[in-house]
């Protein structure tokens, strides 16, 4: 699978036909889930606090939801900053986890209502 969205000539990399195949819902995982939400410099200006603070207060009971402890890394991060906010569930790393509805479905319950 190809995206509109790459130059002419250019193939997607792994990653890119990876997450375009690949719902976010698909990456939840079972009660007592980690979702750690990486807050380096880059996330944080993309709304990674937003973000942590989102999946805090919509987080089910069961699941653990932290900022990443990225001090043993090289670059202080998940290392995919242009895509962020971040955040890793178990193995997997999800990228442009903002708003709402997106944390929702990453934590895979219902988004909030407007009342």
Avoid: W
Wanted: hydrophobic share 35%; net charge neutral; with cysteine.
């Amino acid at each position: 699978a190809t995206s509109a969205a790459l130059p002419a000539g250019r193939a997607p990399s792994a990653s890119t036909v990876l997450r375009a195949a690949a719902p976010r819902a698909a990456l939840r995982m079972d009660e007592g889930a980690l979702y750690e939400v990486c807050t380096g410099r880059h996330c944080s200006r993309r709304g990674s606090k937003r973000t942590l603070a989102t999946l805090q207060a919509l987080a089910p009971e069961g699941a653990t939801v932290v900022e990443a402890d990225n001090s043993n890394t090289e670059h202080g991060c998940f290392d995919e900053c242009t895509m962020g906010p971040n955040v890793r569930v178990g193995r997997k790393i999800v990228n442009g986890v903002k708003g709402e509805a997106a944390c929702a479905e990453l934590l895979g319950v219902e988004p909030p209502t407007a009342e």
